[in-house]
C-alpha cells in the first residue's frame, strides 16, 4: 500500500477508505448492555454530518476546538469532522481537573468544546466560558449554546461532498494540537501537521507490513487524547483493516480481553509490569509443583525467543509446557492475543522476555507527542527486548555528543503553540531535539538511557541513571512503582511501593536483589514505603507514566527523613 499519492491529509486517509470499505467493521463498543459495531461507510456518513452541523453552528477554520471525551466512535468522528472543516481538534484528557482544562483553554484559546458526559461539560464550563458547547448526553447550560450531539449526526446525506473538499487541505496545515502530560512542568500544545500524521502512520506501516493486520481485532483502552494511542489506534490501526474495539475502561479490562478476544493490543510499560507483577503473585500462592511448572514453562520460552538450543528433555516437556502453562496464560488474554506493543515509557527488559516466554510477540518502540509520536519499534520478526527497535523508515536519527537523541523526518511537530522561545530550543537546524538520553548500536538498533532533565549527579559527580534502577525494582514482584532520587547527595534514595500481599521485610529483600545488580554508586541506600501513584491522587499522568518531580515534592518530608538517619 501506497500512502503518500493517495492520502495528503488524514481526512481524504479515512474518507476515502469509507467510500471503499462501506460495510467493512470498524468499531466496536459497548453500549445499552451489549457491543455495538460501526463500519466505514456509517463512520463517513457521520463525520459528513457532524462537520456540516459544526460549521453551521460557526465553527470556522483555525478555530480550536476542546475534544474531551473517553474512547469511542464519537471521538474520532468528531476529531476528523473538525479536521474536515480545517478547524483545530484539541485532544484532552478525561481525568483533567478544572485547573487542567483552564490551562489548556487559556493556552490554545479554544472558545468551543466538544464533551462526552454531562459532568465533563460541567467542568469545562467551570473552567472557562465558551461560545459553544457540544455534548453526547443531556446537557443543559443557562449560559452557553449546548448541541446535542444527536442533532449533529442526524444528517444522512453522505460524505462525497466532503471528502471532495478534503483534497484541498494542504498536507503541512494544522491537523491537531496534543498537549504533553505534563510529567515536568504546564502541559504544553504541540502542533502536529495533517503530513506528520500521514508520514507516521506510512512509516509504522512499512514496519508491521509483516504482521498482515487485516481482520484484526485491536482492544483499545489509552486514552485517545494521549498522541500514542491517537495516532495508532485512531489512524494507523484503521488504515490497515484493523477493527477497533473500545474497552470501558482499565478496571474492565480483563472482562474485555474474555469477551472481545482481541488479538493484538498496544500496552503501556506500567500495565504489562502490573500483569506481569499479579501473575507472579498468583503463581507464588500455588502448590509447589504449579510453581515448578511455571518457571519451567518461562526459563525453556526464553531459550526458545533467544534462539537457544534446547536439550533433548526440554524439547520433549516443551509442547507439555505449552498446553498446561503458556496456552492458559494466553486464554486470560482471550485465547487469541497474539502481539503487544509497548511504548510510552522504557520498557525494562526483563518484563518483555517475560511476555516472550509466553508465546506473546512483544513490539517495544518509542517516540514522544512532539514526534507524531512514534519514531523507532522493534520489527515484529525481532526478538529484542533491550532496544526500542530501529528508527521508521523516512525517519532520521542521530545522536548529539552529549548523548541527546535527534530526530528529523515529516513526523516532527510545527512546534509548541504559543511558545517561540521553546519551539526554537526544541528545533534547530530542522532537528528535533528530544530531551532523551540514548545510543545506536552497531544494527541501528536504538536504546534509551534516560531523560536528560532526570539523570541524578551524586555529590562526587558521578552520573546516575533513575529510569534503570527504577525499572529494575517494579521488576521485581515485591514492588509495583518506585521513584529514585539523590541529586546532590552521597547517595540514592528510593520510594517505594508494595504489591498486595507484600510486607516491609519481601520490599526491602527485593532491593537487595537489584542491587546486587547495580554499581556501587547506583546502589539504593536508603528506602522508604509510601502509598501508591494514582490519578485520583495526581501522581499519574492519564497514560499511567509517574510525575516522578510531583511525588518527590509530595514525599519531601519522608525523603528528608531518610537521608537524616
Same mark, same amino acid.
Given at each position: ?59 470556522? !477554520?483555525?478555530?480550536?476546538?476542546? @475534544? ?30 478544572? !485547573? ?24 469545562? @464550563? ?95 483502552? @489509552? ?75 518461562? !526459563? ?44 510510552? *515509557? ?120 533513575? *529510569? ?56 539504593? %541506600? ?23 518531580? @510531583?511525588?518527590?515534592?509530595?514525599? %519531601? ?9
Amino acid at each position: 500500500m501506497d500512502l503518500v499519492p493517495l492520502w495528503p491529509n488524514t481526512v481524504v486517509m479515512m474518507l476515502s477508505l469509507a467510500q471503499g470499505w462501506g460495510r467493512r467493521p470498524l468499531m466496536r463498543y459497548f453500549r445499552d448492555g451489549r457491543w455495538q459495531a460501526m463500519d466505514w461507510n456509517a463512520f463517513g456518513v457521520q463525520v459528513g454530518s457532524v462537520a456540516r452541523a459544526l460549521r453551521a453552528a460557526g465553527v470556522s !477554520a483555525g478555530d480550536r476546538v476542546l @475534544l474531551v471525551s473517553e474512547n469511542r466512535p464519537e471521538f474520532a468522528v468528531a476529531e476528523v469532522a473538525l479536521q474536515a472543516i480545517r478547524a483545530v481538534p484539541v485532544p484532552t484528557y478525561v481525568t483533567n481537573t478544572v !485547573a487542567d482544562h483552564a490551562h489548556v483553554l487559556h493556552d490554545c484559546g479554544a472558545r468551543a468544546a466538544i464533551v462526552s458526559t454531562a459532568a465533563l461539560a460541567e467542568r469545562v @464550563l467551570a473552567a472557562s466560558p465558551l461560545d459553544l458547547v457540544v455534548c453526547m448526553e443531556d446537557f443543559a447550560s443557562p449560559t452557553t449554546p449546548v448541541l446535542p450531539w444527536s442533532s449533529l449526526i442526524a444528517d444522512k446525506t453522505g460524505f462525497a461532498d466532503l471528502l471532495m473538499e478534503a483534497v484541498e487541505i494542504p498536507p503541512g496545515s494544522l491537523a491537531c494540537v496534543i498537549y504533553t502530560s505534563g510529567t515536568g512542568g504546564a502541559p504544553r500544545g504541540v502542533m502536529l501537521s495533517h503530513r506528520a500524521l500521514v508520514a507516521n502512520c506510512r512509516s509504522a506501516y512499512e514496519l508491521v507490513g509483516t504482521l498482515n493486520l487485516a481482520d484484526e481485532v485491536y482492544l483499545s483502552f @489509552l486514552p485517545l487524547s494521549h498522541a500514542y494511542e491517537h495516532t495508532v489506534g485512531q489512524f494507523f490501526l484503521p488504515i490497515t483493516g484493523t477493527e477497533i474495539v473500545y474497552a470501558r475502561g482499565v478496571e474492565h479490562l480483563a472482562a474485555d480481553m474474555l469477551a472481545v478476544r482481541p488479538t493484538i493490543m498496544t500496552m503501556v510499560p506500567r500495565i504489562l509490569e502490573v500483569i506481569r507483577n499479579r501473575m507472579l503473585t498468583q503463581v507464588a500462592r500455588e502448590p509447589a509443583w504449579r510453581q515448578l511448572l511455571f518457571h519451567r514453562a518461562i !526459563a525453556i520460552g526464553r531459550k526458545s525467543v533467544e534462539g537457544t538450543r534446547l536439550s533433548l528433555g526440554e524439547r520433549l516437556v516443551n509442547p507439555l509446557l505449552e498446553r498446561l502453562v503458556r496456552r492458559k496464560i494466553r486464554a486470560r488474554f482471550g485465547g487469541r492475543f497474539r502481539a503487544a506493543m509497548s511504548g510510552g *515509557a522504557r520498557l525494562e527488559p526483563e518484563v518483555g522476555r517475560f511476555f516472550q516466554a509466553l508465546g506473546i510477540t512483544l513490539m517495544q518502540g518509542y517516540g514522544q507527542t512532539e514526534a507524531g509520536p512514534v519514531i523507532s519499534a522493534v520489527p515484529a520478526e525481532s526478538a529484542r527486548v533491550d532496544t526500542v527497535g530501529r528508527p521508521l523508515q523516512g525517519v532520521d536519527v542521530r545522536i548529539a555528543e552529549d548523548g541527546e537523541i535527534l530526530v528529523r523526518g515529516d513526523l516532527v511537530m510545527d512546534g509548541y503553540w504559543g511558545r517561540p522561545a521553546e519551539t526554537a530550543a526544541a528545533l534547530k537546524d530542522g532537528w528535533l531535539h528530544t530531551g532523551d538520553i540514548g545510543a545506536l548500536d552497531a544494527e541501528g538498533f536504538l536504546s534509551i538511557t534516560d531523560r536528560k532533565k532526570d539523570m541524578i549527579v551524586l555529590s562526587g559527580g558521578e552520573n546516575v541513571s533513575p *529510569a534503570r534502577i527504577e525499572g529494575l525494582l517494579v521488576a521485581e514482584p515485591a514492588i509495583v512503582q518506585a521513584v529514585v532520587t539523590g541529586e546532590g547527595r552521597a547517595g540514592i534514595s528510593a520510594l517505594v511501593v508494595a504489591a498486595d500481599g507484600y510486607d516491609e521485610l519481601a520490599v526491602a529483600a527485593a532491593i537487595g536483589s537489584v542491587n546486587k545488580r547495580l554499581s556501587v554508586t547506583e546502589r539504593i %541506600r536508603r528506602h522508604s514505603p509510601v502509598p501508591p501513584f494514582s490519578l485520583d491522587n495526581g501522581l499519574l499522568t492519564g497514560t499511567q507514566k509517574v510525575r516522578r518531580q @510531583l511525588v518527590l515534592q509530595t514525599h %519531601r518530608e519522608a525523603l528528608e527523613r531518610l537521608i537524616s538517619t
